[in-house]
């Protein structure tokens, strides 16, 4: 699917090669036969789990430095090398809340940010969990917690939930609870 | 809303600054006290329009380099500095799709990776459309179309549309014909 407005690379000019992320400029010849450049972010890829408990959904406050604030969140984090999302997902949702899952539903796999980065997202939900004991990263630091319907789309509204994958859990919880059944 | 688990700023290594995007480190004192570094892309934002035309969604299929493949999105584009989001939106619906609209409504902003950027995306709904004429960017090679809400369906089955922005307004849509009215 590459289509006909496909941009042909001429020349690939690494920028740097992070812990998480690594940056790339591509020198592209475009459909009419002009040259361009493309800043590109190269990721690992992402899982994030919307996990209800007695219809609430589990979520962690966490700092997020880019935005130099703190955010409510879905559990989420990074694929490691090799990893299958589901098990990825099942992984993040214990280290981060303790949480355990049987099993996920996929809702959906989503770039974040196709105009710039390569960064995909695994969206999954789990209708029910167990609780268990958290275990985080050491650079990691986190509180969980439960929030209502009504809870998470006032923390929309007020900007304390404000991340596309969190905001589009809520719209798949709304779906979820107006349908019973999650699309996907 | 800084937060207790607020990561202070120790130092700030600028990596790159591309036309587009800008990449740093941020060397971070932890909560415990410990170091740690922090990659952060700098993006200047975004905004996207959810417009409808007799039921069906208002799209463009473009070729994104960091995916090496043509990707079926609503239209989007960056905000200029200083722009206004809203007259933003109608800027690029009208610059990528002929479509004009007399009014818009905010449906949500989010951060599409709070873990590596700071892009913020403005997503706005338009419940009726003029036709006029596309114009643009020199760069920009693009094609227009629109799509039944079951295609939208389809096409994220299949992988044809495949970004935050795009399935949150189709799940933003079905919330709309569900409830005859869009959230936010």
């Not at 450049?37 to 880019?66: C, F, M």
Request: net charge negative; aromatic share 8%.
């Amino acid at each position: 699917m590459k289509g006909k407005y496909e941009e042909v690379t001429v020349k690939t000019e690494p920028i740097f090669r992070g812990n998480f992320i690594s940056l790339q400029v591509d020198h592209v010849r475009l459909p009419d036969g002009r040259t361009a450049t493309r800043e590109i972010v190269r990721h690992p890829g992402a899982v994030a789990v919307l996990a209800l408990k007695d219809d609430k959904l589990i979520v962690v406050e966490q700092y997020r430095k880019p935005l130099e604030k703190s955010q409510v969140e879905i559990p989420a984090g990074k694929l490691e090398p090799g990893e299958d999302p589901e098990e990825a997902a099942k992984r993040e949702l214990e280290e981060e809340t303790g949480y355990r899952c049987e099993s996920l539903k996929r809702i959906c796999s989503f770039y974040t940010s196709p105009g710039f980065a390569d960064e995909k997202l695994h969206l999954f939900a789990a209708e029910s969990v167990v609780p268990g004991t958290a275990h985080l990263d050491e650079d990691e630091f986190l509180e969980c917690g439960e929030i209502t319907f009504e809870e998470a789309q006032r923390y929309i509204a007020e900007g304390r939930i404000s991340d596309a994958k969190t905001i589009l859990a809520v719209y798949v919880w709304q779906l979820y609870r107006l349908t019973g059944s999650f699309p996907g």
